[in-house]
T-cell receptor, first 112, second 109 residues
């Protein structure tokens, strides 16, 4: 039973398109995250969402927007995709605000 | 500025050849140091959390240690299935995680 699941796993799309990545966690955690992992393998936090409080990494373009319909879901919507958005996006969750984070398997986004 | 540096970038070992991975950090108010394992095409998988200098944690062939400036992940008699990228992260006083770039470990049979 997958703890943190995200879809799609692979996404190839053209510049300028709008796309969404969905994430669900069944761990009962109160905090969810979106991370971006670039080609050099650095993990960079994009957003954290805890009990309706959204914390945004100020370096994230406003083309990226998280949407949380409920505590178990945090979707990532991206407008006007650019070539530089190509990366792996990881959804994650934690119970204690970040001490132990559980990651999904990642969504490979390629913008062409 | 908070920073995490992992070394080496890549490490190739023969099966059974023990070694250590390093994670050096500077952080304001260490809230914890975390080790994760990442397999190709997968998300990072939690291994250990260390909270204070002198603390040690073990899991199978892995042992993590912590000082005030760095952490080591010791791997004893590794097997090919230990091949992965090992990521280190530190939690700061603002409850943010700062990640290193990882060490890619390859164990040859």
């Amino acid at each position: 039973d997958t703890a943190v699941s995200q879809t799609p796993k692979y996404l190839v799309t053209q510049m300028g398109n709008d796309k969404s990545i969905k994430c669900e966690q069944n761990l009962g955690h109160d905090t969810m995250y979106w991370y971006k992992q670039d080609s050099k393998k650095f993990l960079k936090i994009m957003f954290s969402y805890n009990n309706k409080e959204l914390i945004i990494n100020e370096t994230v373009p406003n083309r990226f927007s998280p949407k949380s319909p409920d505590k178990a879901h945090l979707n990532l919507h991206i407008n006007s995709l650019e070539l530089g958005d190509s990366a792996v996006y990881f959804c994650a969750s934690s119970q204690d605000g970040g001490n132990t984070i559980y990651f999904g398997e990642g969504s490979w986004l390629t913008v062409v | 500025e908070d920073q995490v540096t992992q070394s080496p970038e890549a490490l190739r070992l023969q099966e059974g050849e023990s070694s250590s991975l390093n994670c050096s950090y500077t952080v304001s108010g260490l809230r914890g140091l975390f080790w994760y394992r990442q397999d190709p095409g997968k998300g990072p998988e939690f291994l250990f959390t260390l909270y204070s200098a002198g603390e040690e944690k073990e899991k199978e062939r892995l042992k993590a240690t912590l000082t005030k400036k760095e952490s080591f992940l010791h791997i004893t008699a590794p097997k090919p299935e230990d091949s992965a990228t090992y990521l280190c992260a530190v939690g700061d006083s603002n409850y943010q995680l700062i990640w290193g770039a990882g060490t890619k470990l390859i164990i040859k049979p």
